[in-house]
């Protein structure tokens, strides 16, 4: 069980880390112009560097998540708090309105991916015949 948790915590940072450089991304991309000189301006802005480092922190994250986890508990996780994160914090921080049918899906995603982590993984097809191979 140890080991589960483990691997949800870095998925739940990856998802983390990939909600907030969104919401860097849209402080960032806030109010410039859709034309040639946009790439250059949006990196000009300090809030393009920290949506690139948390990006970056946030895939490394997820991959040594998948890697040494589950898909089936990594990807539900990552998925309700890449989504959960942002609208929250552009909320509180933006002044952004959310409905309140927006914030009853978002306790339900929530909801789910507690459950599906909290659920002991049963031992796969390939893992059971590994498993047999080796005795």
């Known amino acids: 069980m140890v080991y589960i948790v483990l691997k949800i915590e870095e998925a739940?940072?990856?998802g983390i880390?990939?909600?907030?450089?969104?919401l860097f991304i849209r402080v960032a991309s806030t109010g410039l112009p859709l034309d040639a000189s946009f790439i250059i301006q949006f990196f000009s802005n300090p809030f393009s560097i920290?949506?690139?480092?948390?990006?970056?922190y946030g895939f490394i994250n997820i991959q040594v998540a998948l890697y040494e986890g589950k898909i089936a508990?990594?990807?539900p996780t990552v998925s309700a708090t890449s989504v959960a994160t942002p609208v929250i914090l552009a909320t509180i921080f933006l002044a952004e309105?959310?409905?309140?049918?927006?914030?009853?899906?978002?306790l339900?995603?929530?909801i789910g991916t507690i459950g599906i982590s909290e659920q002991e993984p049963e031992?796969?097809?390939?893992?059971?015949?590994?498993?047999?191979?080796k005795r």
């Open 12 to 14: 739940v940072r990856g």
């Open 17 to 22: 880390a990939l909600g907030l450089s969104g």
């Open 50 to 56: 920290f949506a690139l480092i948390f990006g970056i």
């Open 73 to 75: 508990y990594v990807i």
């Open 97 to 106: 309105y959310v409905p309140a049918i927006r914030w009853l899906g978002m």
């Open 108 to 110: 339900l995603i929530l």
């Open 123 to 133: 031992e796969s097809a390939i893992e059971k015949m590994v498993h047999s191979l």
